[in-house]
């Protein structure tokens, strides 16, 4: 992979770490302490706190902020303008620097445009959040969820395409991939 790509009007601090082959576009700001995994593209207008760490082939598009307690693991694609947060009940004239609630997104998870995530909640792997949803609560691996507050209305495939039957074993139309799900829960048993 390729030396690690920055704009000339990102600020990438003294501290931070960017991996192989990761591209930084226009108006970024990568901190000190943050890591940025492999391959990662940080579209414009991008934030990212100290200490945050971001998996490899991650895909975080335009508007986007990282706060410190987020966890971004491989392959995640966070939609424009995505919400995160990091502490539960803000006040300006409250210092709560020492409250930030972490927030875990696993392998793999879709996040969409515009949609926010309250901080202390965790996105499953291959979790796949709908455009414009508020996440409120943990969220299953392979979940589809939508709306304020988001809720699941159906399981998602690794390629991300939606798992028109329910259980106990589920043939992927797209991929092939096959799935068990029983008990609220999908799992992986074969992939194609």
């Not at 969409?112 to 792997?125: E, F």
Request: hydrophobic share 40%; glycine share 14%.
């Amino acid at each position: 992979m390729s030396e690690p790509f920055v704009h000339p009007t990102a600020v990438v601090d003294a501290g931070a770490m960017l991996g192989p082959g990761v591209r930084v576009w226009h108006f970024v700001h990568v901190c000190a302490g943050a890591r940025i995994g492999a391959g990662t593209v940080l579209g414009q207008n991008v934030y990212i706190g100290p200490g945050v760490r971001v998996g490899a082939g991650v895909k975080v598009q335009n508007n986007v902020s990282l706060y410190s307690g987020v966890e971004v693991e491989d392959d995640v694609f966070l939609g424009p303008s995505c919400v995160f947060t990091n502490v539960l009940f803000p006040r300006a004239h409250v210092e709560r620097k020492f409250e930030f609630a972490p927030t875990r997104i696993g392998r793999g998870a879709t996040v969409g445009a515009n949609a926010t995530l309250v901080c202390g909640n965790d996105l499953g792997a291959y979790a796949f959040v709908g455009a414009g949803s508020v996440v409120t609560r943990d969220v299953a691996p392979h979940a589809l969820v939508v709306g304020n507050p988001a809720k699941r209305i159906g399981w998602a495939c690794r390629c991300g395409e939606r798992l028109t039957e329910e259980g106990p074993q589920v043939t992927c139309r797209r991929c092939g991939d096959r799935y068990h799900m029983a008990s609220g829960a999908c799992a992986l048993l074969e992939a194609s």
